[in-house]
């Protein structure tokens, strides 16, 4: 069971797990991962996921969640700035990150900011 | 010392001589140019140097016979050798000279070291030294100073330091591989063989202005959202910046694909090429949005791929001519919406045959921009050949007239209408057809409606029951009663769009009256608001002027709230004040983008966060995105 997940006093904690078809772990703030709408429900659901904060992703490679990893924490950064500038997209993984944001439901703005 | 071969040794001398005239010549570099010495002067006497050494050599091979072995004093080599005063002592030094080319390294080290050693000394190396990013070794900065000093400047004489040819050194002369400078042949093969390195492109930012404009634009847009791009829009655009490098886009979902046509035709990167793309054999819908360059055979391409096809969509489809309708009624495709923007090379008589051979499967029939060819008898063909259309646009059409609206009344299946004509259509016309079609009307849309008047307003008011989104714009005749009895207890639920603008007074001598109330007015406003006010969603009341600021504080006082409203318009309202916007604001907790452009009275308003009111008269710009918290 990973560090990360429900601590003994239930509160969860601020970290979730993800992990990548070829097995790479990537430790980000949970609240920045949210974004995605898949990861959202998926942590909103009483599930396995729910209680242990780590998600599997049998279909993402590292190297495209690595970057996806990276979005999490540039969107976060950002969320509430005006003019932000564009994060780079290596060009060789864009489809398959194309296929990943569609997959985790990152194609839309979260309705309203108050969501988090 | 032993020197055997003491000959060609002695032959070097004089060429050590003209070396250590050019260190000096080095060093001395400054002082010469600050005393207008030139370097010919200089040249002249080095030349003269040389004559006289080889006179010399002449003596000693003479006197070499006799004397087989030197003995060097090293004491007397050590003190620095100064050519001017070279050539009377030459023949006695030229006996010595053998050991001098061994010598010379040392020597030459030894001056640089009393140099290095100034340096050391001198004021501009404290200064340099207490540079804190500078070298931390006294000796590298030493070094690297002496050897900066000891270049030739430009316009003097130098030695090539691969072909030891001299040359005029100018500020062109590169640097050899050793540091030293090279001449001009020897720096282009150089060039060459490794380039310099190019400089890269400075990147243009647009500075604070081009990125505040950006802004402005987004907000106009509408694409202005507070953060980061999302994931998918970046990809997309990363996507569309290198199109030509993608063969297929693979297996991505459709709405995907669509962005990424959208994104493709804004840069207008549709051709021929990319379109392949997004032809999937198995679609049964291909959208268009920028057919511009596609060419005849390119139309047939996508009907030859998609055999399945519904739904097509083209933009811009300036190539979709007789041809085109000709291939497609010859194959087995069977469209259910048709969507043409721009196909003006569409005869009348291939509109009609198209829609008699394959009206009959049509829903939905939407065509934008043509002249001549779509008239009011391919309008006649509809009701017949299309038993099962629900959805009619018309716009900017020149030819369409009253006539052609008649024969839309006979289809009864349409749900949704859009007109916009050029040609006068008499309110009677939309009054019968509304009589015929209107019950079951969910969308109507009337653009530019210039002499449209209130009949046709009682004509919705009794016929229509099911409607949603209305769009009247630009009438001159209709009344403010008329829109109070329009929406004064009528049946129809409430709608969800409406768009009323410029249903205004036209009377440029006095605006500011308006004796018959023509336009929306107050009492229409206050009607309107009560009828669809807790349904709408996208209001739009644009120029609108006569409706005064008690009725926009009526409607929006303090205890009502209308929660769908999302989108609202009131631009050129006169009466709109800064109340008036905070008042709309607190009723519509879910608004997000409230226009007033050219609301004169508004003046400084707080705007709640994450909101967005464009268009306000004031320096801080067109635009203020809400930063106050007090919603």
Known sequence: ?116 | MLIPYLGSQITNQPKCLVVFSEVRMGLGAHFLASHNISANQIRATAEERRRAAAEANQQLEDGDEEETTVVVETSELSLVVATEEASPGLTTRGRRAAAVNAESAQRKKEKEQKAIDKIKASKKFQKRKREPDGSDDDDDLAQALFEQHSAPLPGQMGNCELCGKRFTVTPYSRSGPDGGLVCGPCGKTLDKENPAPKKKPKQVTGGAVGRRRQVQSNILDGTFTLGGKTLATLCIETLAKNIDLAEDLGDLPGPVIDKIARKLSRHRLLNPTTLSLFLQPTADEVKVYDGAKLTVDDFFRIFRTVPGLKKLKVRNGVHFKDEVMDYLMSRHIELDDLYLHGSNLISEAKWKEYLEKKGKSLQSFRVYWTDKHFTDDVLAVLPTSCPSLTRLKVCHNQKVSGDGVKHIGDIPTLRHLSLDLREHVHSDVYVELLSKIGPNLKTLSLTRAEGVDNSVLDALHTHCRSLEKLRITDSEVMTDAGFARLFKDWQNPGLFFLDLQKCRQLEAARPRENPDHVGLCSDGFRALMAHSGKTLRNLNVHGCRHIEAKAFEEVFSEDSVYEEMSKMEISFCEEVTDFVVGSIFRSCPNLRELNVFGCMKVKDVRVPRGKILVGVPNARGMVIEGVDDFL
């Not at chain 1, 993402?60 to 509430?80: A, M, Q």
Request: charged share 25%; net charge negative; hydrophobic share 40%.
């Open chain 1, 1 to 116: 069971m990973a560090f990360n997940g429900n601590s003994g006093n239930g509160a969860p904690s601020e970290y979730i797990t993800l992990i990548s078809s070829d097995d790479f772990e990537f430790t980000v703030l949970r609240e920045a991962a949210l974004i995605s709408k898949t990861i959202s429900r998926t942590l909103s659901n009483p599930m396995m996921e729910a209680r242990t904060g780590v998600c599997h992703f049998p279909e993402i490679r590292g190297v495209v969640l690595e970057k996806v990893v990276e979005y999490f924490h540039y969107w976060y950064k950002h969320r509430d700035q005006l003019d932000v500038p564009d994060m780079p997209i290596p060009v060789e993984l864009c489809l398959e990150l194309l296929m990943a944001a569609d997959y985790l439901g990152m194609d839309s703005k979260p309705a309203s900011r108050d969501a988090f």
